[in-house]
């Protein structure tokens, strides 16, 4: 499995707004080519920031199928207005399987 | 549940060290108080570059009790070497569960 972590930063005062959409699009996940779960994170170490965690069967399922897809495009208009910069987005393999992530590898 | 997120940027050449040793050191984050996974990976798109990936039941059992151990000592000993630039370490809470990452939230 791919976990596609996205690093995002967000504008001041933006984080509600950008959670309130994000949940009310967790439907273009569940229902994209091969993607297996979708879940945002915070830390209080670096407030605005959060990673956005994807779980797709393959690589191609992220970067082609749901890339290419209206969806995309839909989840875009959504969230990116929030981003104070970039996103930075890269698409993670296992290296080595320890233990406590069934599903996950 | 907290997600630790290591990003290790390795030297040129020591993947395979730094694989060999933290495979052997899985059993430090086994029996670490409050550690419930543990997975390491990588991605086609920064080569020389991981995530660490590692859940805790609180993020004292991190901070805290893991820091403070003779194991984190150890851990440290046999993964630090292989480290280009110093790690960026955070520590992240859910904001959003959508769905998939069941044993996770």
Not at 31 to 40: E, L, N, T, V, Y
Not at 94 to 99: E, I, K, N, Q, T
Request: aromatic letters at 10%; one cysteine or more.
């Amino acid at each position: 499995m791919i976990l596609e972590i996205a690093e995002l930063t967000l504008m001041p005062g933006a984080e509600a707004e950008f959670l309130r959409n994000a949940a009310s699009e967790v439907e273009i996940f569940r229902r994209a080519k091969g993607c297996r779960g979708m879940q945002i994170r915070q830390t209080p170490e670096a407030p605005g920031t959060f990673r956005l965690l994807v779980l797709w069967e393959t690589l191609q399922n992220h970067t082609v199928d749901f890339r290419g897809s209206d969806d995309f495009t839909i989840w875009r208009a959504l969230t990116v207005p929030h981003y104070a910069e970039p996103p930075v987005i890269k698409n993670w393999s296992v290296a080595l399987d320890g233990f406590g992530f069934a599903g996950l590898d």
